[in-house]
C-alpha cells in the first residue's frame, strides 16, 4: 500500500516539476495514438459499416477474421511492421523504422480491427426495419448509411473507445517499431518499461497513473459525447 | 432538436479537430524537438525548421550500455563537437544490435562481443572494429552468500558450486555480450547450464538482476549496471577479479548504413582524446570509481 501511495505522490511530483521530459513523453503518446485511432476511424467505420449491413453467404467467414483481428497481439503488429520497414526490408528505403510514423501505422494495424468489429456488430445490430423504411422513403444509399450511423452513434462510439484504448495502452508495438529513443520516439508505455528494467519501480508505477489518469480523461470526453442527447431518449 | 445536439455537434467539431491535428503532426515529422525526417544528409540547404541543418544518427547500443547513463554524458559531448549529427540510442540486445547493423537499421554500433563483433565484420556488414573501453564482468548474489561461492577460486570455479548448492543462478538468456560470458564461462566450468536451478530471463540487465535479487539468486552482471542499479538491488558482488571476466566493448560503423559519414564520426570520436576522457571520468563522483575504463589503442 505505501508503494501505491509513494507512487502516487511522485506522480505529482513527476508532472509539477515540470520534468520536460514528462510532458514531451505524454504529449507523444497523445500525438502517436490520437493519428492512429483517427485514422483506424477513418477506415474502421465505413468498412465496420459495409461489413454490418452485408448479408452474403461468406459473411461469418470475415467477421471472425476480424474479430481474430481484435486479438492481434500489439508485438506481433509490432514485428511486422518493423520487418517491413526495415532498411532490408520492401520499405526499407523510406527510412522509416525507429519514427513516429512508423509507430502510427503499428497502432492503425492494431486498432482498425477493433473499430472495425465494434461498428460492424453496432450497425448490425439496428432493426433491418428502420433500412427498409428509409428505402421505402426515397433515402440513397449514402443518406441510408448516415441514418443507420447515427442510429447506431453509441456502438459506433464504443468502437471508437475500444480502439484508442487498445493503443494507448500498448507497449510492444511502439517498443519495437519506435526503438524507444529518448527525445524522438519515447512514449508512455515504453518509458514505464524502460524505468522498471532500471529497477525503479516508483517512477515506473507513477508513470502508469498519469497514463490511467490520461486514458480517463479522454474516455470522460468520449463516454460524455456518447450520451449526448439521452436526456431527449428514453 | 434541441440544445444538447448542437453542443454534442461542436464537440464532435473540437474532437475532430483535435484528431486532425494528432494526425498532422507526427506525419509531417515536427515531433517535439526532431528536425524533419525529410532531411537529406549532405545537403547544405537551410530548412524552416532549424538553424541547423541535421542529420539522423541511429547508435545501436546494449541495454546494459543505456542503463549505465553513459550515453546522457557521450551524446550531449559528441553532438557538441558534431552539431550536424543528432544522435538516436536504440538500446537493444547484443544479439539485436548485431542484427540492426547486418539490416543496415543502425549507423554505428557500440557492443561488447568481441567475437561477433569480429565475426560482423568479417562477414562485410561492419567497415572495422576499434577497441573502446571495458569494464568487468562480476558474480552477484545474496549478502550472506548461501553457496559459499566467495571462497572459490576463479569464476569458473565459483559457478561450478552452484548447480549442487541449493542456490538458483539467473542467466539473461537473449545472447547478448553478458550471455555469451557467461556461457563461455560455464564451458571452462564443463558444466551445462541446465536444470531447475538455472533460470533463463531472455531480458536485459536491468531486469535480470531485478529478478535476481527478488529470488536471491547469483547472476553474472557488468559492473557498470550493478552499481548503477545497486541501490534498488538487494544483491552485492561476491566473485570479482578473474582475468576471464573482462569486459571489452567495441564500436562498429555500418557498412550498409543510412548515415555513413556519421556512423564513421561517431567511432572516430569514441576513441578520441576527448572522449576517452569522458569516459575515465564518468562514475567517479558517484560511485568513486568510474564504470568503464578507456583502452581505445
Redesign the interface.
Known amino acids: 500500500m505505501e508503494t501505491i501511495l509513494n507512487a502516487i505522490a511522485e506522480a505529482f511530483v513527476l508532472l509539477g516539476s515540470g520534468a520536460s521530459d514528462v510532458w514531451e513523453i505524454i504529449l507523444r503518446s497523445l500525438q502517436v495514438s490520437g493519428a492512429a485511432v483517427f485514422m483506424a476511424t477513418a477506415l474502421g467505420v465505413p468498412l465496420g459499416y459495409l461489413l454490418g449491413i452485408s448479408r452474403f453467404a461468406g459473411r461469418w467467414i470475415l467477421i471472425i477474421l476480424v474479430n481474430t483481428g481484435m486479438g492481434l497481439p500489439p508485438v506481433v503488429a509490432g514485428l511486422t511492421v518493423y520487418v517491413t520497414l526495415s532498411r532490408s526490408g520492401p520499405l526499407g528505403e523510406l527510412q522509416l523504422l525507429f519514427s513516429q510514423p512508423a509507430m502510427v501505422i503499428a497502432q492503425v494495424l492494431i486498432a482498425t480491427p477493433l473499430v472495425l468489429g465494434v461498428t460492424a456488430a453496432a450497425v448490425a445490430s439496428i432493426p433491418y426495419g428502420l433500412r427498409l423504411q428509409a428505402r421505402a422513403l426515397g433515402a440513397s444509399k449514402a443518406h441510408e448509411a448516415w441514418l443507420l450511423l447515427k442510429e447506431g452513434r453509441r456502438g459506433v462510439m464504443a468502437a471508437v473507445v475500444a480502439g484508442f484504448g487498445g493503443i494507448i495502452s500498448e507497449v510492444g508495438a511502439v517498443m519495437m517499431v519506435g526503438g524507444n529513443i529518448e527525445g524522438t520516439t519515447r512514449v508512455m508505455t515504453t518509458a514505464i518499461v524502460l524505468e522498471t528494467r532500471k529497477g525503479n519501480f516508483s517512477t515506473a508505477m507513477a508513470l502508469g497513473f498519469i497514463l490511467i489518469f490520461i486514458a480517463l480523461i479522454v474516455n470522460i470526453a468520449l463516454t460524455s459525447l456518447q450520451h449526448a442527447g439521452a436526456r431527449y431518449e428514453r | 432538436m434541441?440544445l444538447?445536439?448542437k453542443?454534442?455537434r461542436l464537440?464532435?467539431v473540437l474532437?475532430a479537430l483535435?484528431?486532425?491535428l494528432?494526425?498532422l503532426?507526427?506525419?509531417a515529422?515536427c515531433?517535439?524537438?526532431?528536425p524533419a525526417?525529410e532531411v537529406d544528409e549532405e545537403t547544405e540547404e537551410p530548412t524552416t525548421e532549424e538553424p541547423v541543418e541535421t542529420s539522423r544518427l541511429?547508435v545501436a547500443s546494449t541495454?546494459s550500455t543505456e542503463?549505465s547513463g553513459l550515453f546522457e554524458v557521450l551524446v550531449p559531448a559528441f553532438e557538441e563537437a558534431y552539431p550536424e549529427y543528432k544522435i538516436?540510442?536504440?538500446?537493444?540486445g547484443t544479439g539485436a544490435a548485431l542484427e540492426l547493423g547486418?539490416?543496415?537499421?543502425a549507423d554505428v554500433l557500440l557492443v561488447h562481443a568481441k567475437a561477433q563483433e569480429e565475426e560482423l565484420v568479417a562477414e562485410g556488414y561492419g567497415t572495422e572494429r576499434r577497441d573502446v573501453m571495458y569494464n568487468d564482468f562480476i558474480i552477484v548474489g545474496p549478502a550472506d552468500d548461501p553457496a559459499g561461492l566467495a571462497d572459490a577460486g576463479t569464476a569458473a570455479e565459483a559457478l561450478a558450486i552452484i548447480p549442487d548448492s541449493g542456490s538458483e543462478f539467473v542467466s539473461r538468456g537473449d545472447e547478448s555480450g553478458t550471455h555469451t560470458k557467461e556461457l563461455s564461462l560455464w564451458e571452462s566450468a564443463g558444466i551445462e547450464p541446465a536444470g531447475d536451478w538455472y533460470v533463463s530471463t531472455g531480458?536485459?540487465m536491468?531486469?535480470s538482476?531485478?529478478l535476481a535479487s527478488e529470488r536471491q539468486a547469483y547472476i553474472l552482471a557488468d559492473r557498470a549496471t550493478f552499481l548503477?542499479?545497486k541501490d534498488?538491488?538487494e544483491l552485492e558482488i561476491i566473485v570479482e577479479g578473474d582475468p576471464a571476466m573482462f569486459n571489452q566493448y567495441g564500436v562498429i560503423p555500418v557498412t550498409?548504413a543510412?548515415n555513413l559519414d556519421g556512423g564513421q564520426a561517431f567511432a572516430d570520436w569514441i576513441v578520441s582524446q576527448d572522449a576517452q576522457d569522458i569516459i575515465a571520468e564518468f562514475g567517479v563522483d558517484e560511485f568513486g570509481e568510474p564504470l568503464f575504463i578507456p583502452n581505445a589503442s
Open positions: 434541441g444538447s445536439s453542443s454534442a464537440a464532435w474532437i483535435v484528431l486532425v494528432g494526425l503532426v507526427p506525419l515529422g515531433g517535439t524537438d526532431e525526417e541511429i541495454t542503463d538516436e540510442v536504440v538500446a537493444v547486418r539490416a543496415g537499421d531480458q536485459g536491468g531486469d538482476l531485478t548503477a542499479l534498488n538491488l550498409d543510412a
